[in-house]
């Protein structure tokens, strides 16, 4: 019985550890902060929902952001390399 309470009680720690989520218009208004989970989401996998978040407004922020337009732009050339697209 101890053992599985301390492992209860490990698993609620744990779990409370997690980022604060962020809404899509939270990281509209912070682009570097989201050009920089952009990164991280797509280095890491990782699918959280402040990755989905940011994934869904990424190219709205490359419009007026450099940093994340430069990324877009490296993910869509190697994209078109990997399917032999020419553009």
């Excluded at 990281?27 to 996998?45: D, Q, R, V």
């Excluded at 989905?52 to 190697?78: C, H």
Aim: net charge positive; proline share 2%; glycine share 6%.
């Amino acid at each position: 019985m101890k053992k599985i309470c301390t492992l209860l009680m490990s698993i609620f720690i744990l779990s409370a550890c997690g980022e604060d989520t962020k809404s899509s218009d939270w990281w509209l208004n912070h682009p570097k902060e989201a050009t920089e989970k952009y990164k991280e989401c797509k280095k890491s996998g990782e699918d959280s929902v402040n990755c989905q978040n940011v994934k869904k407004v990424a190219g709205i922020i490359g419009r007026t952001y450099g940093p994340m337009l430069e990324i877009l732009k490296a993910e869509s050339a190697e994209y078109d390399k990997q399917h032999g697209l020419n553009r």
